[in-house]
């Protein structure tokens, strides 16, 4: 069973920037894998964020295009998101998801099979 553990997350203001990281503790595992993030706020249900395929294709949900970018470091097995121009809406707490082998991108949540223990985003004044 892999382990995905994430950092990156914190407090912010809005208009700023965080980059969140996933390390996966299965050597490739990140460039073999369909990844993703999701996200959970209290009193709402989780939420896709973003998914990169095996093949390096991309998925963003609708509110964060143009904003997030989801990316991996081949050598070093980490999964990153970058996230600019956060609003407070896209406080939550982040999830690293892995879905199938040889996976492409996908927006549902239900596709990931393994899961880190999120990291904290909020974005407030």
């Given at each position: ?16 920037s ?97 899961w880190?223990?999120g ?7």
């Amino acid at each position: 069973q892999v382990q995905l553990v994430e950092s990156g997350g914190g407090l912010v203001q809005p208009g700023g920037s965080l980059r969140l990281s996933c390390a996966a503790s299965t050597r490739t595992f990140v460039t073999t894998y369909a990844m993703g993030w999701v996200r959970h706020s209290p009193g709402k249900e989780r939420e896709f964020v973003a998914s990169i395929g095996w093949n390096g294709n991309t998925y963003y949900v609708e509110s964060v295009k143009g904003r997030f970018t989801i990316s991996r470091d081949n050598a070093k097995n980490i999964l990153y998101l970058q996230m600019n121009s956060l609003k407070p809406d896209d406080t939550a707490v982040y999830y690293c998801a892995a879905g199938p082998k040889f996976g492409v991108a996908t927006s549902r949540v239900t596709d990931f099979r393994s899961w880190g223990q999120g990291t904290q985003v909020t974005v407030s004044a």
